[in-house]
């Protein structure tokens, strides 16, 4: 889901305070839930699977496919490594280890809202993380780095985005992790984020719908609250209408 295409609803400020309320619990309890999957899983997102000895490990053996993964590695990291993180295209092997921990953190996206152009809104999904390898560098630090509000570490960037193409390789060439994903009820993008100079990264969303209220709204909320930062929001109809893709595949089977 493209971040222009939330859907918005209009509220008061009542229902914005109960609303508030309900997506905080259900953000918790579903991010405490992709914690318990991601634990499990991880050693089916194992680096040293996809690069074998390309990648430094306690065991540097080869891997069938890891040239072809390392070259598209390679390829995917020149084209994104020059702006604007400014770093050189060639990598040296073997690269440095990756941690076999994965983690989840809120995707968070930038909103103009109304007129203004010069100043964005950060906004919160409520229901979808960027996934990744653990780092020294995660998502929100690397961001911090292009943005200039951090200084910047030319081996943690390189290092944060040599993870999250790996990440996103893993699972493009994995079809069946994939679809386990999907029977665990998250769907999975990877998106292009055009801030960090088209770096790909990868997308879980759970099946709830979440919303946007009216521009007007949350620079009335963010004025008030002096932060400019937004949550995305979910209702209860969102909650009566979640997708289950098991009984759908069902259903179409004896149609």
Wanted: proline share 6%; aromatic share 6%.
């Amino acid at each position: 889901m493209a971040n222009g295409d939330i859907i918005r609803k209009d509220l008061d400020n009542e229902e914005f305070i109960q609303l508030r309320k309900n997506t905080e619990k259900i953000a918790e309890i579903l991010s405490k839930r992709l914690k318990g999957h991601l634990d499990i899983l991880k050693p089916l997102f194992n680096p040293v699977k996809l690069l074998g000895a390309y990648l430094k490990s306690a065991n540097m053996d080869d891997v069938p496919g890891s040239d072809k993964a390392f070259a598209r590695l390679q390829e995917q990291y020149a084209a994104v490594c020059e702006k604007p993180f400014g770093l050189p295209k060639k990598l040296q092997t073997p690269l440095s280890p990756i941690s076999k921990q994965l983690v989840s953190v809120p995707f968070k996206y930038d909103l103009f809202m109304g007129d203004t152009k010069d100043k964005a809104t950060t906004i919160v999904a409520a229901t979808r993380w960027v996934l990744s390898f653990q780092s020294e560098c995660p998502y929100s630090r690397l961001k911090a780095m292009v943005t200039g509000a951090e200084t910047r570490q030319a081996d943690d960037m390189k290092q944060a985005l040599i993870e999250h193409l790996t990440i996103a390789t893993v699972l493009e060439n994995s079809k069946e992790l994939t679809q386990l994903l999907e029977d665990l009820r998250y769907e999975m993008e990877i998106q292009t984020l055009e801030d960090l100079g088209g770096l790909p990264v990868v997308i879980l969303k759970a099946p709830i719908q979440s919303f946007l209220p009216s521009d007007e709204f949350m620079l009335n909320v963010t004025q008030l609250s002096g932060i400019p930062a937004f949550q995305e929001l979910v209702d209860l109809d969102a909650l009566e209408n979640m997708p289950d893709p098991l009984k759908e595949a069902l259903q179409k089977s004896i149609q």
